[in-house]
């Protein structure tokens, strides 16, 4: 007969798996979180690429592609973490850790003083979710009705937040325009030179966007909360399950389980390890890129890294919005787009300025254009809270010529 202490052990093990029990469970409802982790396969092929020192064009390559289930990844444990350390704390750690992926690529380039990949990828992350993936949105939503509707108040504040977004980038360049040359002084330039007031003059700027981007959380998650609750609501009925084309029982089972805080942290610090890694070897691998394909530093930068960091979130947006729900999709497209602009773009700016490295909010005459024009558009869409095919085929559009232009754009400095 066994002893009552055993029998107590033996209960206790009952009721609580063992650690590999619940490292396989983490590990099931990780890989089945998205349909995109069969691109997983990539990872380690892309570290070897790189660790092996492939071509170029295998390492930056297969890494893009491996850096895309990794941001589905970090997406799903945050909103996993979120789960457990409440509504407000949860909210800071999406609007953080919802766009880690851009944060690392941004940094790692920033360390090794990119700073025009670095700048081209926040400006092709706004415009990429404000016309590409918005415009793809009111198009798949829109095809098969006559128009749909969204939450006016929520896009009319969103849209003005871009508005002064674009002010923080427009003012520099105007700045810089209104400047007079600076004069060598025994071949340097003299303190207070163009370069140095414009430095100076970003990082004040950032500061102030990072305070209203903290003010606007303040705004959606204590003061004006009930504005956001659809949103939220749409999100709580398991709003990342409809947007995959999984939706069998099994599959519903699952989703009544999810990550403890532990859990989530792990896969978190796992995904983020190898984010890191990946794009470390994609961005070394840039400058080979450009000589041998005669693509520009800033369409690659514009265009193609963009994709990597928002492609889970673009499929979500897309489905989303053929489910009618917009407000979900409008939050998902231009509060990325608004994170973006008032919160990373701000924060790789003092991140430079703790490394030393020369990053500030001066884009060229044309980009900052292409900024105002872009915004411009999105805001004519989406101020009367109703949209129709047309007008994503409008903004899709918009991208396209954007594209374009940028594909023909020869690379600059970032002071001329």
Same mark, same amino acid.
């Given at each position: 007969?066994?002893?009552?202490?055993?029998?107590?052990?033996?209960?206790?093990?009952?009721?609580?798996?063992?650690?590999?029990?619940?490292?396989?469970?983490?590990?099931?409802?990780? /890989?089945? +979180?998205?349909?995109? %982790?069969? &691109? !997983? *396969?990539?990872?380690?092929?892309?570290? =070897?690429? $790189?660790?092996?020192?492939?071509?170029?064009?295998?390492?930056?390559?297969?890494?893009?592609?491996?850096?895309?289930?990794?941001?589905?990844?970090?997406?799903?444990?945050?909103?996993?973490?979120?789960?457990?350390?409440?509504?407000?704390?949860?909210?800071?750690?999406?609007?953080?850790?919802?766009?880690?992926?851009?944060?690392?690529?941004?940094?790692?380039?920033?360390?090794?003083?990119?700073?025009?990949?670095?700048?081209?990828?926040? /400006?092709? +992350?706004?415009?990429? %979710?404000? &016309? !590409? *993936?918005?415009?793809?949105?009111?198009? =798949?939503? $829109?095809?098969?009705?006559?128009?749909?509707?969204?939450?006016?108040?929520?896009?009319?504040?969103?849209?003005?937040?871009?508005?002064?977004?674009?002010?923080?980038?427009?003012?520099?360049?105007?700045?810089?325009?209104?400047?007079?040359?600076?004069?060598?002084?025994?071949?340097?330039?003299?303190?207070?030179?163009?370069?140095?007031?414009?430095?100076?003059?970003?990082?004040?700027?950032?500061?102030?966007?990072?305070?209203?981007?903290? /003010?606007?959380?303040?705004?959606?998650?204590?003061?004006?909360?009930?504005?956001?609750?659809?949103? =939220?609501?749409?999100?709580?009925?398991?709003?990342?399950?409809?947007?995959?084309?999984?939706?069998?029982?099994?599959?519903?089972?699952?989703?009544?389980?999810?990550?403890?805080?532990?859990?989530?942290?792990?896969?978190?610090?796992?995904?983020?390890?190898?984010?890191?890694?990946?794009?470390?070897?994609?961005?070394?691998?840039?400058?080979?890129?450009?000589?041998?394909?005669?693509?520009?530093?800033?369409?690659?930068?514009?265009?193609?890294?963009?994709?990597?960091?928002?492609?889970?979130?673009?499929?979500?947006?897309?489905?989303?919005?053929?489910?009618?729900?917009?407000?979900?999709?409008?939050?998902?497209?231009?509060?990325?787009?608004?994170?973006?602009?008032?919160?990373?773009?701000?924060?790789?700016?003092?991140?430079?300025?703790?490394?030393?490295?020369?990053?500030?909010?001066?884009?060229?005459?044309?980009?900052?254009?292409?900024?105002?024009?872009?915004?411009?558009?999105?805001?004519?869409?989406?101020?009367?809270?109703?949209?129709?095919?047309?007008?994503?085929?409008?903004?899709?559009?918009?991208?396209?010529?954007?594209?374009?232009?940028?594909?023909?754009?020869?690379?600059?400095?970032?002071?001329?």
């Amino acid at each position: 007969m066994p002893t009552l202490n055993e029998n107590l052990a033996l209960l206790g093990r009952s009721n609580s798996p063992s650690f590999k029990t619940r490292a396989i469970d983490t590990l099931v409802l990780t /890989l089945k +979180s998205s349909p995109v %982790n069969y &691109l !997983l *396969v990539f990872v380690p092929l892309g570290l =070897a690429a $790189g660790y092996l020192q492939w071509s170029a064009n295998a390492i930056f390559w297969i890494n893009f592609v491996a850096i895309v289930p990794l941001a589905s990844i970090l997406a799903f444990a945050t909103e996993e973490l979120a789960e457990d350390v409440g509504e407000t704390v949860g909210g800071l750690l999406n609007a953080t850790f919802g766009n880690a992926v851009e944060l690392i690529v941004s940094i790692i380039a920033l360390k090794e003083n990119q700073v025009r990949i670095v700048q081209a990828s926040m /400006l092709g +992350s706004i415009l990429s %979710n404000l &016309l !590409l *993936v918005l415009g793809c949105c009111f198009i =798949a939503g $829109g095809i098969t009705r006559v128009q749909q509707t969204f939450n006016q108040t929520v896009a009319q504040t969103m849209s003005s937040l871009m508005a002064l977004s674009t002010a923080g980038l427009l003012i520099p360049a105007a700045f810089h325009a209104s400047l007079p040359s600076p004069k060598p002084k025994n071949g340097f330039p003299e303190p207070g030179s163009s370069d140095d007031l414009i430095l100076s003059l970003s990082r004040g700027v950032s500061i102030i966007l990072l305070v209203v981007y903290i /003010l606007y959380l303040v705004f959606q998650l204590k003061t004006h909360k009930a504005l956001f609750e659809e949103q =939220a609501q749409e999100a709580d009925d398991g709003i990342i399950t409809a947007a995959l084309p999984q939706v069998t029982e099994d599959s519903q089972k699952e989703k009544g389980k999810h990550l403890n805080v532990f859990s989530s942290l792990t896969v978190l610090l796992l995904a983020t390890i190898l984010v890191s890694l990946c794009a470390d070897y994609l961005v070394g691998s840039i400058d080979d890129i450009v000589e041998s394909s005669g693509l520009s530093k800033t369409f690659i930068g514009l265009i193609v890294i963009p994709i990597v960091g928002n492609a889970a979130e673009h499929v979500t947006a897309i489905i989303v919005a053929m489910k009618d729900k917009m407000d979900l999709a409008i939050g998902v497209a231009v509060g990325s787009s608004l994170q973006i602009a008032i919160f990373v773009t701000p924060f790789m700016v003092l991140i430079g300025w703790v490394i030393d490295v020369p990053m500030s909010l001066y884009f060229s005459t044309f980009e900052t254009a292409v900024m105002v024009v872009s915004v411009f558009i999105t805001n004519l869409v989406i101020l009367d809270g109703e949209s129709n095919w047309l007008e994503g085929a409008m903004l899709l559009s918009t991208y396209l010529i954007v594209a374009l232009a940028f594909f023909y754009y020869p690379d600059v400095g970032i002071s001329n």
